[in-house]
């Protein structure tokens, strides 16, 4: 089973996927400590690697039963896809905690509230699962994903988005 635990950074992936492998008894990838590897530009505007995802993907396809825990992890080929959301305004304080420069905290709360990592997983893969980590223990969240891998979540691809935080937008402009 190859599982991506994909979200905005900040969403609790690399807390939430050791939890859930070992649950589910499979090896985290983390595709950040690769990601040097298959940089394909810098973008200094944004201070942000562009990674190849097609080179990464040929990487990750000679793998075995993974979850690959990463915010790109969702481009590649796997068997379930769970996508890790949290409200932006919780974001916003993770990023600013990590040292995240103000306009990146914006940028990755925007894309967040715009449903961008969702709305590309659903565009590649049949079945997504958003699970909603806002104020909620690294366990129980580990036990959603867990749920949703066996199939007890709705499919936001097929179900349509399920978390909405579009009115964040409106109150933040």
């Known amino acids: 089973m190859r599982v991506a ?13 050791p939890l859930m492998a070992e649950e589910l008894d499979l090896e985290v990838v983390e595709l950040s400590r690769h990601a040097r590897e298959f940089a394909a530009e810098y973008d200094e505007e944004r201070g942000s690697t562009e990674v190849d995802v097609d080179e990464m993907g040929d990487w990750a396809a000679g793998l075995g039963d993974v979850v690959f ?5 969702h481009h590649l080929d796997v068997d379930h896809v769970v996508v890790l959301r ?9 990023l600013r905690d990590r040292g995240y420069g103000e306009s990146k ?11 961008l990592v969702v709305a590309e997983a659903i565009h590649r893969h049949e079945e997504v699962y958003e699970v909603d980590t806002t104020d909620r223990s690294p366990e129980d969240v580990a036990e959603d994903v ?5 199939g ?4 936001a691809s097929m179900d349509g988005i399920t978390v909405d935080w579009s009115s ?3 109150s933040s402009t």
């Open 5 to 17: 635990l994909t979200g905005t950074p900040g969403t609790g992936k690399s807390t939430v996927a």
């Open 69 to 73: 825990d990463g915010h790109v992890s």
């Open 86 to 94: 949290c409200h932006p305004d919780t974001l916003m304080e993770r």
């Open 105 to 115: 905290v914006q940028e990755n709360a925007s894309s967040e509230a715009l449903d």
């Open 146 to 150: 867990v749920e949703a891998v066996r």
């Open 152 to 155: 007890g979540l709705v499919n």
């Open 168 to 170: 964040w937008l409106e």
